[in-house]
């Protein structure tokens, strides 16, 4: 594929790509990414365009579809982003010690343990002694902390859906297929996780 085919925008910017991004017309932060892939390759001549794209669509797609999810659905629930993951780690799989609710969530165990404090004094989740190992803290969630969060999912979910319907059932499926295509190369290219 040529370059000129690589950089063209596709659907959600369809201006000049040498707009100055600093004006009101220009890129919004999604469509910011053609003018960074041009911008870059012009500046480094290395950079493999198609890569780039990759990696800041979806780094721009994701901040943006957690923004919308955790400002419509759980901040007016009290929630932030990573205290909804807790809590959806723990209604689907708890109760579970701390080491694991970190590796499920995606965050550090430093972040679960903050995390868990203010959900726990809000009356959403418990934290209590193994029965098999005395050292270990096991989290759940209290029925309260169960309740709110199926309601919150159900919401959450129907945010989800208006999002996917931006593709037919058929693209969704092959994204899903190609998504997790990326993700399972992560042992492959050495990706570091959180600790």
């Known amino acids: ?19 100055d991004p600093s004006t009101p017309s220009g890129p ?57 993951r807790l809590l959806f780690v723990l ?37 209590r002694q193994s029965d098999q190992d005395r050292r270990s803290v096991l989290m759940d969630l209290t029925p309260v902390g169960k309740e709110s969060l199926a309601l919150a999912y159900a919401e959450h979910n129907r945010r989800e859906q208006a999002w996917a319907n931006a593709l037919t059932s058929t693209e969704q499926q092959q994204l899903i297929v190609l998504l997790e295509k990326v993700a399972a190369s992560r042992t492959v290219v050495g990706a570091r996780r959180r600790v």
């Open 1 to 19: 594929m040529d370059r000129d085919a690589v950089l063209r925008p596709y659907y959600l910017y369809s201006g000049p790509m040498t707009v």
């Open 91 to 127: 209604w689907l799989a708890g109760p579970l010690e701390a080491k694991r609710t970190a590796d499920l969530s995606g965050m550090s165990r430093a972040a679960v343990s903050a995390v868990a404090n203010t959900l726990e004094r809000d009356g959403l989740v418990t934290r």
């Open 28 to 84: 919004d932060y999604l469509s910011f990414v053609n003018y960074a892939v041009e911008e870059a390759t012009t500046r480094l001549p290395g950079v493999d365009p198609v890569s780039m794209r990759l990696g800041l669509t979806l780094h721009r797609l994701t901040s943006t579809l957690v923004y919308d999810w955790e400002s419509t659905v759980h901040r007016p629930r009290g929630w932030s982003w990573s205290g909804f």
